[in-house]
């Protein structure tokens, strides 16, 4: 299709094109069109959120949930912005508990960092 070989231009297409196929009657469209961007970028997690957007748009929440699992482990400690992203999947599926752990994870370990700075910047 007309995504492929374009890299980023064909992506901000896409998403443009996502924009304006809000009505939920063309879930089926921004399926596909998600689907063909993930042929192209496998590990795309914009799409891969879009995707699961369409998926909740379209009534098949199950379907929305297996492709986030999916997402998790392509989200790792060198992703940016990794909070954002789980952010977003919450964000997709209000009830995503694997995301909500992740979060609380991050939260966690960047709250541990921080006192571990500060004592030894006291020591």
Known sequence: LFLRGRGDEACAQAEQLLALLSDPAAADTRIALCEEVLRARPSDLRFRCHLARAW??????????????????????????RGQWYREMIDVLPDFTEAKIAIDRLMTSDAERQRRSSRECVS
Do not use: C, H, N, W
Not at 60 to 80: H, K, M, N, Q, V
């Open 56 to 81: 909740v748009a379209k009534g098949d929440r199950e379907r929305a949930r297996a492709g986030l699992r999916e997402t998790l482990p392509l989200i790792t400690p060198s992703t940016p912005q």
